[in-house]
């Protein structure tokens, strides 16, 4: 084989690997569509009156967890959220929102 030909079939194998290694990347969430729907003040926090709002953290679903379904799956989650208790969420405590989500790379080989 020609030099150019092992050069280009490294890079396809190459591309190849890492392509696999970052198949399953999971999403973030729309931090800045979220804030937008959600935040109604802008002061970068969420209070519950906020939050009862809040249908969806897009581009993922609600929260599957048995605690967070029903009539008040808002507030339940808000008072889950709200690490110290002061009554809003700060980007931060929102942030651990996250570990409630399912892990779509769940399964992969490497996972």
Excluded at 1 to 27: D, F
Aim: hydrophobic residues 30%; aromatic residues 16%.
């Amino acid at each position: 084989m020609s030099n150019p030909t092992i050069k280009l079939l490294a890079g396809c194998a190459t591309y190849c690997v890492l392509s696999m290694v970052n198949a399953c990347e999971p999403a973030s969430l729309d931090w800045e569509l979220f804030q937008e729907k959600y935040d109604l003040n802008h002061d970068g926090m969420y209070s519950l009156k906020e939050f009862q709002r809040v249908e969806d953290f897009y581009p993922y679903n609600w929260p599957s967890d048995k605690r967070f379904q029903g009539e008040n799956k808002q507030i339940e989650l808000f008072h889950y959220l709200d690490e110290n208790k002061n009554g809003y969420l700060t980007n931060e405590e929102l942030g651990n929102i996250h570990v409630l989500f399912n892990n779509p790379c769940e399964g992969w080989p490497w996972s």
